[in-house]
C-alpha cells in the first residue's frame, strides 16, 4: 500500500522532529515507491551499483558486512523512520548489503534525486546529512562496545540501546517488546562467538535484568541494565525523518 507523506503514522511519533508543510511536501515528491520485503530478503547487495536510498516505514533491518569465508559483521539495526543507503547512493558501489530482519516496508527515494535536493531544499538535504551523521555515531559506538566492553556490557549496551529506540516509536506494550534478533544476529553484532553470547545471555537472565524468551524482550531490572551498559539516555533526542 502506497502511503502519501502527508498521512504517514511515522510522523506524529515523538521519536521525530516536526516537519512543516513545505517540507513534507518535498519528502513526497522525493518518494518513488513503497516496498515489502520478506523476512530475510536482502534489499541492498554488497557492492550493488544502483542501490536506491530507504526509510524503514515498518519492520526491523540490518545493515552488515561479511568476510569471504562467511563470517559476518553486523554493523546495526534499523527500526521505523530509520535511514538506509546513503552511503550507497553516494558512492559507486554500495560497500555494505541490508537484509530484512522481520517482514518490512520501505519508501523508496530514487539515489537520482539526492543531488539536486541539496540545491531545491537544503532543510530536508540537513535532514539526509544528520541522519548520515547519526548513522555514523551509531556504527562509532558499537565499535567502542566490540573493542572494549565485556561480553555482558556489551549484551546489555544492544539490548539498552534497542529498547528504549523501540519505546520512543511506541513499540513497547506493558513493558514488553517484539524482539526478533535471534542470539546468532547478536553475536554477529557484538564480535562474540554464539556460544559465549547464549551462556552470557543466559547469565544475565538469570540475575535477573532482563527477560528475553520466545522473541519477547523485557528490562527486569532497567537500571541495572543501564549501568553495566553505561547507558543512561531515558529517551533518544528526536530526530528528522524522511
Known amino acids: 500500500m502506497y502511503v502519501r507523506c502527508f498521512k504517514c503514522p511515522l510522523r506524529v511519533q ?66 521505523p523512520g530509520d535511514l538506509i543507503g546513503l552511503q550507497a547512493s553516494l558512492l559507486d558501489k554500495s560497500l555494505y548489503g541490508a537484509v530484512a530482519l522481520t517482514d518490512v516496508e520501505l519508501c523508496v527515494i530514487p539515489r537520482r534525486k539526492l543531488y539536486s535536493l541539496f540545491k531545491s531544499a537544503p532543510e530536508v538535504a540537513y535532514d539526509v546529512t544528520w541522519l548520515g551523521s547519526q548513522e555514523h555515531a551509531i556504527v562509532d559506538d558499537n565499535l567502542l562496545t566490540a573493542g572494549r566492553r565485556n561480553a555482558a556490557e556489551r549484551i546489555c549496551a544492544l539490548i539498552a540501546a534497542l529498547y528504549r529506540r523501540a519505546e520512543t516509536l511506541d513499540m513497547v506494550s506493558n513493558g514488553v517488546l517484539d ?22 545471555i543466559a547469565r544475565l537472565k538469570a540475575q535477573g535484568l532482563f527477560s528475553l524468551s520466545d522473541g519477547k524482550l523485557s528490562l527486569v531490572n532497567p537500571r541495572a541494565v543501564g549501568r553495566l551498559a553505561q ?5 533518544p533526542a528526536p530526530r528528522p525523518i524522511l
Not at 27 to 40: E, N, T, V, W, Y
Not at 179 to 200: M, R
Open 14 to 79: 515523538r521519536a521525530f522532529t516536526p516537519k512543516t508543510e513545505e517540507e513534507v511536501a518535498v519528502i513526497d515528491r522525493l518518494k518513488s515507491d513503497h516496498l515489502r520485503i520478506p523476512a530475510g530478503s536482502d534489499f541492498i547487495n554488497p557492492e550493488q551499483a544502483d542501490a536506491e536510498l530507504y526509510t524503514v516505514f515498518s519492520g526491523w533491518a540490518f545493515r552488515f558486512k561479511e568476510l569471504d569465508d562467511g563470517r559476518r559483521q553486523i554493523l546495526n539495526f534499523a527500526l
Open 231 to 235: 547507558h543512561f539516555e531515558k529517551d
Open 179 to 200: 524482539f526478533p534478533l535471534t542470539q546468532q544476529h547478536i553475536a554477529d553484532a557484538l564480535g562474540l562467538s554464539l556460544v559465549h553470547t547464549n551462556k552470557t
